[in-house]
């Protein structure tokens, strides 16, 4: 079983929809959990971060953690084309290393 | 700050050459990783220092693969002999500290595309 685990897409929503992009992870120590977003020949940058179970919003975007089904996820509400992108989700293990590994990512297709 | 700074940009070389990829961190940052992104694979770490020390390396594939950190505001990656399957985008990425707050966001560099023919 991988680590972390994302569906590869891609997944196409319309213009103005949610989008909903869902991971799950494997160490049930995992601390800390983020959600980056990758251009295509671009680096990964970091879109948000969420540590407690529940949801977090920051502008369009929300994260929700559920640690006792150890998955996390990110929806996009109003998406424009400019979020068309691949999102990779992160996880630091709670272990004696504490590696931050990540998914193979969501490809993500906003219509116009 | 510039942030986490890579080079080169592009290298190509030939299969059994010497490849050395280069990282210079967010000054400040204690954490620096280095990962290897393919189609196939996606992003892997491959090994993290802490304060210039490795922490872990089992990402590292073969012997083939070293790093380094001499110190806080350099490291390298050499891959000797180099394969064809080598060939992926080799990311460094640094960070303030592991664990819950915003100390723990990665900073990325914008990469290495490593092609070996």
């Known amino acids: 079983q991988k680590e972390v685990e994302q569906n590869s897409g891609p997944l196409s929503v319309p213009e103005g929809a949610i989008a909903s992009l869902n991971c799950t992870y494997s160490d049930r120590v995992s601390q800390s959990f983020f959600w980056y977003r990758q251009y295509s020949g671009k680096s990964p940058e970091l879109i948000m971060s969420?540590?407690?179970?529940g949801d977090k919003e920051d502008g369009r975007f929300t994260a929700q953690l559920n640690k006792a089904s150890q998955y996390v996820s990110l929806l996009i509400r109003d998406s424009q084309p400019s979020d068309s992108a691949t999102y990779l989700c992160a996880v630091e293990g709670g272990g004696a290393t504490n590696k931050l590994i990540f998914g193979t990512g969501t490809l993500l297709a906003v219509q116009p | 700050d510039a942030g986490v700074i890579q080079s080169p940009r592009h290298e190509v070389t030939e299969m059994g050459q010497e490849v050395t990829l280069r990282c210079k961190p967010i000054?400040?940052?204690?954490?620096l990783f280095w990962y290897r992104q393919t189609m196939m694979r996606g992003l892997e770490l491959l090994i993290y220092?802490?304060?210039?020390?490795?922490?872990?390396d089992s990402g590292m594939p073969e012997d083939r693969f070293s790093a380094k950190m001499p110190n806080a505001s350099f490291s390298t990656l050499k891959i000797q002999p180099s394969e064809p399957r080598d060939s992926a985008v080799y990311f460094c990425a640094s960070s303030l500290g592991l664990g819950r707050g915003a100390d723990t966001e990665a900073f990325f560099g914008q990469g290495t595309r490593l092609t070996v023919v």
């Open positions: 220092f802490n304060n210039n020390v490795p922490i872990d």
């Open positions: 969420i540590y407690s179970n």
């Open positions: 000054s400040g940052h204690d954490y």
